[in-house]
């Protein structure tokens, strides 16, 4: 199958099907940070910075899908090499790169050189129609020991939107998370990221 290219549209990569690299958060954050994306981090790093000891194996992030900050996200994702993952990703067309492609989307799901990122856009599907900015206004910071402050959804939000996935490691998640002390903001022990494998 051949897909039309338009002018000025740059031609995805395939994807090999070897396992993605291994995630590198902290790689991710400060080049969101540096072009100065507009975004709350979600799924498992949002979970573990509640104190909730689990595995992830990628970035969850839920991005302003204002026309701005699309074309920062997209040159912060040109520079981390991302590309649509999946079993013949390369015949959607799809360029994570171009904010036009950003903004008729919902979520994309990447691998990049800093492992897979996940790219959350609509809020219908991801909040169940909560405004990007209202999850913003109640998201709280950590800030990492090189300056880099990562956004993290608050404790409500992150359960509402476990909730709406539904998935067993989303119901784990639920239960560790109503376990965490009223009040408690997002950390890590020793001011890091933590931990992914």
Aim: net charge negative; hydrophobic share 35%.
């Amino acid at each position: 199958m051949r897909l039309p290219w338009r002018r000025g549209h740059r031609r995805p990569r395939p994807v090999p099907h070897a396992a993605p690299p291994p995630s590198d958060p902290r790689r991710v954050f400060q080049t969101l940070a540096t072009h100065g994306v507009r975004y709350v981090t979600i799924g498992g790093i949002a979970v573990q910075s509640y104190g909730h000891a689990r595995t992830t194996l990628d970035v969850d992030v839920f991005a302003a899908a204002d026309e701005d900050n699309l074309k920062r996200l997209a040159r912060a994702l040109r520079d981390l090499d991302a590309r649509l993952y999946g079993v013949d990703a390369e015949l959607l067309g799809i360029d994570p790169t171009d904010p036009r492609h950003l903004a008729t989307g919902a979520n994309f799901t990447l691998v990049s050189n800093a492992g897979r990122v996940d790219v959350f856009i609509d809020s219908q599907y991801l909040t169940g129609g909560t405004p990007w900015e209202e999850v913003n206004n109640r998201s709280v910071i950590i800030d990492l020991p090189d300056g880099t402050a990562i956004p993290v959804a608050g404790l409500d939000d992150l359960i509402q939107m476990k909730r709406l996935a539904g998935r067993p490691r989303d119901l784990d998640d639920i239960a560790a998370l109503t376990d965490v002390p009223p009040g408690r903001s997002p950390s890590s022990d020793d001011g890091d990221l933590p931990s992914t494998p």
